[in-house]
C-alpha cells in the first residue's frame, strides 16, 4: 500500500466516495488531493454475491479491467488512522470488495493509490440515490463534462424508499 513519511495514504475514489460529505461520514481525515482517471478501466454497477442488500439498495460502483476505457475519479490523501473504517466501509472484512494498488494518471504525472475492487460480481442497476451521489461527487470535483454526461445517462433501479443519501448532509 502507498503510505507516505507523512502517516498518510493515497485513496482514488470513482463512486459514493467521489463525494467528499460521503467519505467523511467515517473518513474525516479524507482531503481532496486531485482528480485523475484510471486507464484501461471500466465503471460497472452491481452486487457482491455474498450480499445481495446494500445501504444504497442498488448496485454499486466498482472497476473492471477493460483496454481503452478509463474510469475518472478523485484522488484523496487520509490519515493511515482511517485505513482500517475505509475498509470495513468498503466491505473488506466481508468479501465484498478487495483492495488493490492502481496507478492513477493525472496533471502532476501518475500517482500509486489505494483503490477497491468488487469480488464475485454481478451486474446490477445502482439506485437512483446512488447514482445521484456519485454525480454531486463528479460535480463536485470538477471531472471531466463528458464523463459527468456518462454518469448522468446511467440507467436506474427506480427505487423510491430511504437510503444512506438520507443520512449525508450535502454543501449546497
Known sequence: MSVSANGR???????SNLLKERLQLANRSAVFHTTGRLKD??????????????????GVATIASCPG???????????NE?????DKQEGVNIGIYSPL??????DKGPILCRTY????????????????????GAK?????????KRLEAIQTNNYS??????KISIDK
Open 9 to 15: 495514504f493515497m485513496y482514488f475514489a470513482f463512486g
Open 41 to 58: 478501466h471500466e465503471l460497472n454497477f452491481g452486487l457482491c454475491e455474498k450480499s445481495g442488500y446494500t445501504a444504497w439498495h442498488g
Open 69 to 79: 476505457e478509463d474510469v475518472w475519479g478523485v484522488i484523496w490523501t487520509l490519515s
Open 82 to 86: 482511517d485505513l482500517p473504517r475505509l
Open 101 to 106: 494498488e492502481v496507478s492513477v494518471e493525472t
Open 117 to 136: 475492487q468488487m469480488m464475485n460480481f454481478h451486474a446490477s442497476p445502482p439506485s437512483p440515490q446512488y447514482k445521484q451521489v456519485v454525480c454531486l
Open 140 to 148: 463536485q470535483n470538477g471531472l471531466p463534462v463528458e464523463y459527468l
Open 161 to 166: 424508499g430511504s437510503s444512506l443519501l438520507d
